[in-house]
């Protein structure tokens, strides 16, 4: 089992930055792939960032813009989001994938636990 916390979530202006992070606690292996979602007010949850090892992977809407990382001594992972934007608004979601390290990081079912979820809002 596996817990999965997000905070640093607010409210920013366009332009600006956040970083969230995602505690995780319970059984798990650093090689496990981490990864970041958001579900936007009427919309479906979207893929936003995946790591594996030290390998990351973004949607293009983010790229540029967002870093994913890791730092496994603490069991966190990070998504550093530069340049929001209005359309960046969204309830953002860590999810951890425990035994097995390959496969459709962008699909939600591949994934098989989930936080929360923090709110972020970009003001334009």
């Known amino acids: 089992q596996v817990q999965l916390v997000e905070s640093g979530g607010g409210l920013v202006q366009a332009g600006g930055s956040l970083r969230l992070s995602c505690a995780a606690s319970g059984r798990r292996s650093s090689s496990d792939p981490m990864g970041w979602f958001r579900q936007a007010p009427g919309k479906e949850r979207e893929f936003v960032a995946a790591?594996?090892?030290?390998?990351?992977y973004y949607a293009d809407s983010v790229k540029g813009r967002f870093t994913i990382s890791r730092d496994n001594a603490n069991n966190t992972v990070y998504l550093q989001m530069n340049s929001l934007k209005a359309e960046d608004t969204a309830v953002y979601y860590c999810a951890a994938r425990l035994g097995q390290s390959y496969g459709n990081y962008y699909s939600m079912s591949w994934w098989n636990y989930w936080g929360q979820g923090t709110q972020v809002t970009v003001s334009s």
């Open positions: 790591i594996r090892w030290s390998l990351a």
